[in-house]
């Protein structure tokens, strides 16, 4: 029967920006399966990338489906030429889920996973480490030679999150770790196999380091791990009497249970050498496979698929994520009672702050936020839950930690919209005031025009004195009308003063109407150079109304529009007016100056 290559399916890879990147179809296709439902064994297989490495597991494991089988009859390793995948920094997935029967006579099965570049000295490598360490209940750390304090620096990410986490549930963070040492050399001081290795780690553990940071990971190791164990093995197992090369040792297992598997394995490898039997009964036996827990929950294989999902997120980027960010994620996906707590805090809060209605008040957007808080908390509460008491405790201080930024967030969105809210209540204020002045300033010009009338406009002359002694009473009575009524109107020009021009403008016209009414022989004419000037600001005015009033109108436009109008004023006062050249020219010369103090205020009223 011919030999089909399988190669392990990368689950996690760089994404090109120092962080990490998740194969979502592939990790659904391995995990979301028929055993999705199943407690779930992690396996990883870290450290070194010794052959050694590869050989133990890559040559074992992976041959429990026959579809695992190498093309290299050498015994080379179970990825295919063409299926080895990039040494990037990343983690792989066997394509398979192995079915185990535990000794209480329940089902689980078993997830093996290899990581990539974990044993390179770059942050990415303690990325890669740490991932497998908060993935595994089973870790198997490759070391060749001896242990040394490397060894404890890739651990060190490792550590810090299950510091994190075990304080937050009680219980250490992680399950196994195995140190296996490849080419063990000192025999006299520490025999091979578990023995000498567990006499190994524990010695390689006592000794205090110098560096902060490795000695922090030297005192916290055996907080954060049920168990940790060491294993030696042999310097090269094939030249210990060998009898079949490792590409003979299987045939085909179709079918086969992994107990029987595991048994027939350990008959074959013992011609290897006798300690690769005891490795294999060590770390494989069905009693020795710890199911993967986490903060106190024993995972399935549909719970390991979105804790992946879930930590792949916090890796994303290229700075590590914090240990209490570890640890929230973590609580938050295997607690879905935080989630559907949270869920109705934020539909209580919507069916309150919704989208076009007015700003709440401080006061009440705090009540409907506490009640909100009481009821999610008689949600979680309410949903049966597992796990000790410290575990719930942190599950409802992750809803309300996450209840209080969604608060946060609402807040701000109800402070912004408040801010707008009084910023459009103001412009509608202003805009009103800036009206109503500009109006006052008409009417109180007015004033000041019908008071001069009642004195200048006679059929004679009006002394200077007597002029003057009605301009400043007139303009008195004007202004002191002005400041009464603009008292409460705050306005951002200068409205006061442009009504003393325009009073200012009105009194010169005056003025020298008054001088010509003194020597003039035909005084009707007079008057109607006078009326000439009215009819011109009139259409000034009518005119400039209907253009500030219509759309598009910019400042450039208004001002086009003032020079044609004025233009045309001039006009009509130059058509009308009686008598020589010199006299029609001083009006025309007051008329501009009036224009020019009207101007100022149909630019201020299109401005506002």
């Known amino acids: 029967m011919s030999q089909i290559p399988v190669s392990a399916k990368q689950i996690l890879k760089e994404n090109g920006t120092g962080g990490f990147t998740l194969c979502s179809d592939t990790l659904e296709s391995i995990l979301g399966t028929d055993h999705a439902d199943k407690p779930v064994i992690v396996i990883s297989v870290t450290g070194t990338t010794d052959p050694g490495k590869t050989m133990i597991f890559d040559k074992m494991l992976r041959r429990l489906d026959p579809s695992t089988r190498s093309t290299d009859d050498r015994g080379g390793s179970t990825r295919g030429k063409d299926d080895r995948p990039s040494r990037n920094s990343g983690i792989e997935l066997w394509p398979h889920l192995f079915p185990v029967t535990l000794p209480t006579g329940e089902e689980a099965v078993i997830a093996l996973m290899d990581t990539q570049g974990a044993a390179d000295d770059a942050p990415r490598s303690q990325a890669v480490q740490a991932l497998a360490t908060l993935l595994s209940s089973l870790q198997i750390f490759n070391v060749v030679d001896d242990l040394s304090d490397d060894v404890l620096e890739q651990l060190r990410q490792s550590i810090e999150f299950g510091q994190a986490l075990s304080k937050s549930t009680d219980a250490p963070a992680f399950q196994k770790l195995m140190f296996l040492v490849h080419h063990w050399k000192a025999t006299d001081e520490f025999p091979l196999g578990a023995a000498g290795g567990d006499h190994l780690v524990t ?13 922090m990971v030297r005192q916290h190791i055996r907080d954060c791990f049920s168990v940790i164990q060491g294993f030696l093995l042999p310097l090269d197992p094939l030249r210990n009497g060998v009898s079949r090369s490792p590409s003979n040792l299987f045939e085909e297992l179709s079918g086969i249970h992994y107990m029987e598997l595991v048994s027939r394995l350990c008959n074959e490898v013992m011609a290897l050498h006798p300690k690769y039997r005891e490795l294999n009964q060590e770390a494989l036996a069905p009693e020795n496979l710890p199911i993967k827990v986490v903060a106190g929950e024993r995972l399935t294989a549909g719970d390991l698929c979105r804790l992946i999902t879930k930590y792949v997120e916090l890796f994303s980027s290229e700075e590590p994520p914090k240990p209490e960010d570890m640890v929230y994620a973590t609580i938050a996906c295997l607690y879905p009672e935080v989630q559907t707590a949270k869920e109705q805090y934020v539909e209580a809060m919507a069916s309150v702050f919704r989208e076009g209605q007015p700003a709440l008040n401080d006061d009440e957007l705090m009540r409907q936020h506490k009640e909100a808080t009481a009821k999610a908390e008689a949600t979680f ?9 410290s575990l719930v405790q942190n599950g409802l201080k992750i809803l309300l930690k996450d209840i209080e930024k969604c608060f946060d967030d609402i807040d701000h969105e109800n402070t912004g919209k408040r801010k707008k809210e009084e910023q459009a209540a103001e412009k509608k204020n202003n805009e009103g005031s800036q009206q109503y002045i500009i109006e006052l300033v008409k009417t109180c010009t007015e ?3 019908n008071a001069m009338k009642a004195v200048a406009d006679v059929d004679g002359f009006v002394t200077r004195d007597n002029l003057r002694r009605a301009h400043a009473t007139a303009k008195e009575n004007a202004m002191n009308k002005f400041d009464v009524r603009s008292k409460y109107h705050t306005v951002e020009w200068d409205s006061r003063f442009n009504l003393t021009c325009v009073i200012g403008a009105r009194f010169r016209l005056i003025q020298h109407h008054n001088e010509v009414m003194k020597d003039a022989k035909n005084r009707q004419a007079v008057r109607d150079n006078m009326k000439a000037v009215e009819v011109a600001l009139k259409t000034y005015r009518t005119v400039m109304s209907s253009t500030i009033s219509g759309e598009g109108m910019n400042d450039d436009s208004i001002m086009g529009q ?5 233009g045309a004023a001039v006009e009509i006062v130059e058509s009308l007016h009686e008598g020589d050249e010199d006299t029609a020219e001083k009006y025309v010369q007051e ?4 224009i020019g103090e009207e101007f100022k205020m149909i630019r201020y009223s299109h401005k506002s």
């Open 203 to 215: 010695k390689w553990l006592q000794n205090k380091r110098t560096d902060e940071q490795i000695e």
């Open 381 to 389: 509460h309410a949903q049966k839950k597992t796990g000790n008491d």
């Open 591 to 594: 008329l501009k100056t009036l």
């Open 562 to 566: 003032h020079n044609r109008t004025l």
């Open 447 to 449: 004033m000041y025009i």
